[in-house]
């Protein structure tokens, strides 16, 4: 690419969010769940493990014994599309090449 050229550019799954884990699901009995939540298919809950540390889920499907809730993260197993423009190029400092990454202005270790 050119500085100024714009380029689409694709992230394919495994490269980005991860792909859709078929494993990442869990069916809850209905009546686990708080009159307030609305049970509709896309409602994101927060919910804790049995360590009680947060996780986040999306309602997959709603039945009338018990909700499927999906642990993948939302943009898993999707392609993530960009359009990129090249503004400057410069060259790496020593920092960042002894440590594998750019150092912005706030960058700290």
Known sequence: MVIGDN????????????????????DVPRAEFPDNIPLEKGIEIQVRDQSGHPM?????????????LDFNHPLAGKTL?????IMALRNATADELSHGHVHGERHAH
């Not at 380029?7 to 869990?26: I, R, T």
């Open 7 to 26: 380029k689409k550019v694709a992230v394919a799954p495994a490269d980005g969010y991860g792909e859709l884990d078929k494993e990442a699901y869990a």
């Open 56 to 68: 986040y889920a999306r309602i997959d499907t709603v039945g009338n014994e018990s909700i499927k």
């Open 81 to 85: 599309n960009f359009d990129v423009t």
